[in-house]
């Protein structure tokens, strides 16, 4: 079992109560523009993990064809979308709420339950720890080791659990890549309903594998919520478009507090078409697969850095010669974004995460870390 760091005394406590967590993301494509003075069209954008190619062209129609009628009120209860994402999963209506992007819900969840203790391993996305801090709560970070990875362990997770509410956990985990496979996360759920903890399972990234999904299980439980939301896999951030499902119970007490109208009808009527659209549903899991075993093997071949094997549309790399700072400043000048890790509580400045793109586009990456780092 791994060496684990478990902050529980309650000075460490208070103090992560009063202190506010950092929110900085990736994929501010205006700001990077201003600070390296390149036209925002020129950039070349590694450090969202957004599909790369975009969203699927039925989801464009759909959502320019809603224009005609946005002279009117949203559905409030997002009933189409809803019953679309059933379909998809085969699962009910009732069982998913929708909202204006994951974001909303990460933050709902614990404005609706008022947790007293929250589990968060790190690193991991920001936003667990501003919402639990925003809704009173207080964040008692399980701190994962670099020595093992930053891997998660099932029993060492059973134990961190006992005296929490809450838990957030993201699969596979942002920025580190890592997955938890679905038969550790099983234990896991399990060791979260023995006690009494409600786990927040994010899988935001989970589209891009097809596998390892606790979701279908998650609909059976009042004790797990899985979100999910059409920002990464299917391309779609600036419509703001996220959901989440659990038993029938948990989502009706997230329903009944959320504000009215959080689905607009463009996104509304754009996540449906993309649902249905399996072409390019297939089309992005191959690409996907191919150019980031691609980009690896790129990357494992260049001085400095060191990648770790990813499982999504993103990887996450440690650098030995120079900083993250340095090598996203050397980067962004060249017209290139990357995510500096350095904000993520847990690491370092020596760790960053690029995203997967195109052929061309990868190979533009490489060609520049290769300027970069080559002595």
Not at 1 to 13: F, G, K, P
Not at 68 to 76: E, L, V
Not at 114 to 135: H, N
Not at 186 to 193: T, V
Request: include cysteine; charge should be positive; hydrophobic fraction near 45%.
């Amino acid at each position: 079992m791994q060496n684990v760091e478990l902050e529980m005394d309650e000075i460490a406590a208070k103090d992560e109560k009063n202190a506010k967590t950092p929110r900085f993301h990736g994929g501010n494509i205006v700001a990077a523009a201003r600070q390296y003075d390149v036209a925002e069209k020129k950039l070349l954008d590694f450090s969202s993990n957004v599909n790369p190619l975009g969203p699927s062209s039925a989801a464009h129609r759909a959502a320019k064809k809603s224009l005609a009628i946005i002279d009117r009120y949203p559905d409030p209860d997002a009933t189409e979308l809803r019953q679309a994402i059933a379909r998809y999963f085969g699962i009910k209506q009732e069982q998913v709420i929708c909202g204006s992007g994951s974001n909303s819900l990460i933050h709902l969840i614990p404005r609706v339950f008022k947790p007293r203790r929250v589990l968060i391993p790190v690193p991991t996305f920001s936003e667990y720890a501003a919402a639990v801090e925003a809704a009173g709560g207080v964040v008692v970070p399980l701190v994962l080791k670099e020595s093992q990875e930053f891997r998660l362990d099932a029993v060492d997770m059973a134990f961190a659990l006992k005296g929490v509410d809450m838990a957030f956990l993201c699969n596979p985990n942002n920025p580190t890549g890592l997955i938890i496979h679905k038969t550790d996360m099983i234990e896991i759920m399990e060791y979260a309903r023995q006690n009494n903890v409600l786990l927040v399972l994010d899988e935001a990234y989970m589209d891009f594998i097809d596998a390892d999904s606790i979701l279908k299980e998650a609909v059976q439980t009042s004790h797990v919520i899985c979100i999910r939301a059409f920002t990464k896999f299917f391309g779609m951030p600036g419509l703001r478009i996220g959901y989440a499902v659990s038993g029938e119970t948990t989502i009706s007490a997230l329903r009944d507090a959320q504000e009215p109208w959080s689905v607009s009808i463009p996104a509304e009527r754009a996540a449906v078409a993309a649902l249905n659209d399996w072409g390019h549903i297939r089309k992005t899991r191959q690409l996907i697969e191919k150019e980031r075993d691609r980009l690896l093997a790129m990357l494992r071949f260049l001085p400095g850095i060191e990648p770790f094997p990813p499982v999504a549309n993103f990887i996450f790399i440690k650098l030995t010669s120079l900083d993250a700072p340095t090598l996203t400043e050397k980067l962004g000048v060249r017209g290139i974004l990357i995510r500096d890790c350095s904000s993520f509580s847990g690491l370092g400045n020596r760790y960053v995460r690029v995203a997967v793109r195109t052929r061309r586009e990868n190979k533009r990456l490489v060609k520049a870390l290769r300027e970069i780092l080559q002595p």
